[in-house]
């Protein structure tokens, strides 16, 4: 639960990059790149990571060695590890690890759901459910994804009070926050405005997040318009990470570079520091041996700066 | 002056690419390349294209043709064919090459503008107005200019009341519309809608527009704010042109594409065919043999769709 109680202009990013970032990538990173990322992001100040997810690796190899990273993590005040779980297995493995910070998923779209983890809607709030019962027992914070909440590749529109039911069944669950997931970019700000206004009058702000992927270019635009509405926590993604770096044209999240610059120009405060993130950002990119899609980013190159 | 009479929800696309697009290209397109981009622009939908400049080739090579490009031009209902020039020798040879509707710029920095065309601001002034009085006996409609007014890369922050006046002498000189430019992409959302906020107090929204250029990657971010405070006309350019397309990160104008897939998105009408635009842009990317920038034209090449 990022933001426990913010401060006015105060917006909480939570960073995925190592998770939704680097699962998307073609390249895996060693463990070693992985807690230097992990760690980096911690000193430009980022309070919530997202580090890795314990689903099995002959779907995600990318992830295979979460427990490793998980283990050897770096425990700072203030700062959350995140893991994902996809069920009971995972939170078993994710607890074995260390993880006190666990985040659930489901999609709004029963298609996309079934391909995503071939199951239903219900199946996965059921598994959800005992899942959560037992992260709590063990003192996990937990936090829920609802994926395709603006649509979906598979079944175009999304109703979106089934999103807004799915989120109600994630607090049941004991979730402290549930992300709303754009997960293939498919938002446009003004649906974006008319959905979060709804959201906004069934739940509090600091109990939901906006998680935007930059597939069609609107992402820091959608987040604007979140903003406007009066969300206060977007997760993100360093250097726009996700997409994959051989393919040009392939977004990933909104790049976390670019909302903070945008956050900070319009004078909120995120507790992050701009070129200490950017120099994570310079070694991500050399890891790849690829140009990442952080718009700011590769401003920043261009100009030599501002990196410490 | 676009949109002479918009209805509900219209939004007018100065499309700028032939000019602000390639002039900052290394890239250089022959005249046959840049008459089959406009024609492309024009069967997309797109009725006003600023097609060159009347500059000393000496300064920017890439628009020495633009007489040329102007005498082959295939006149069309309704389209509107705009040139820039900087002086009276240049709207001579635009008035020779048979231009009927002419741009003209200044800058609202003192150094800016002394580095872009070796002038004061007030002589720039002196020269639009002696330019203006030819140009409209001439019978040609008159768009201006105003650069860096978020802030200017030597100056830092600009007054945005020299803004305004400056406008103010535009509109003077018979300037039917004044185009706001945010030449070097400093400008956030929040000082966009501020500062556009005071400009519509002071003029109509329809002898108004905004010039984006992508450069910290807020442009798309900075038209949403635009269009909330009720900005109608933008200017862009296909494919996000203008940075260049060897130095990747180079962003130039806002991309046609990336905008007028938002306004679709929100409900608004533009006239532009998408799919048909995209097929331009994908003309261009051939004729350049690199990259374009727009986010929403790398979507669609990335999905393989959807060009005619």
């Known amino acids: 639960m990022p933001a ?36 980096g992001l911690v000193a430009a100040g980022l309070r919530d990571i997202e580090v890795g997810s314990f689903v099995h690796p002959k779907w995600i190899p990318q992830m295979a060695d979460t427990a490793t990273v998980v283990r050897r993590l ?7 590890y995140w893991a994902l779980v996809p069920n009971q297995r995972g939170l078993e493995a994710a607890l074995e690890a260390g993880v006190q910070n666990v985040a659930v998923f489901v999609s709004s779209s029963e298609t996309h759901n079934r391909k995503n983890i071939n199951r239903s809607i219900d199946e996965s709030l059921a598994e959800i459910d005992a899942l959560a019962g037992a992260a709590r027992t063990a003192g996990c914070g937990l936090r829920g994804y609802v994926s395709t909440v603006f649509g979906c590749p598979y079944e175009g529109a999304i109703d979106f009070e089934r999103v807004l039911g799915i989120a109600e069944r994630l607090f049941a669950a004991g ?8 997960t293939t970019g498919m938002g446009s700000p003004k649906q974006v405005r008319d959905s979060l206004t709804r959201a906004l009058e069934r739940f509090d702000a600091q109990k939901l997040a906006l998680h935007l992927h930059d597939t069609r270019g609107l992402a820091v635009a959608n987040a604007l318009a979140a903003l406007d509405v009066g969300f206060t926590t977007f997760d993100s993604s360093v250097g726009g990470m996700g997409g994959c770096p051989y393919a040009p044209g392939a977004a990933g999240n909104v790049g976390t570079e670019d909302i903070v610059n945008m956050l900070h ?4 405060a995120t507790g992050v520091d701009l070129p200490k993130l950017l120099a994570v950002s310079r070694r991500l990119e050399a890891d790849f041996g690829a140009t990442l899609n952080s718009a700011y980013f590769r401003y920043a190159k261009s100009t030599g700066r501002p990196t410490p």
Chains 1, 2 share one sequence.
């Open 4 to 39: 426990s109680s913010p401060q006015p202009n105060a917006i909480s990013i939570v960073e995925v990059g190592p998770r939704d970032g680097l699962q998307n990538e073609r390249i895996r990173l060693s463990v070693d790149q992985k807690l230097a990322f992990i760690d």
């Open 74 to 80: 770096t425990n700072v005040d203030g700062v959350r």
């Open 265 to 268: 120009a319009m004078g909120y």
């Open 175 to 182: 979730c402290g926050q549930v992300s709303l997931g754009d």
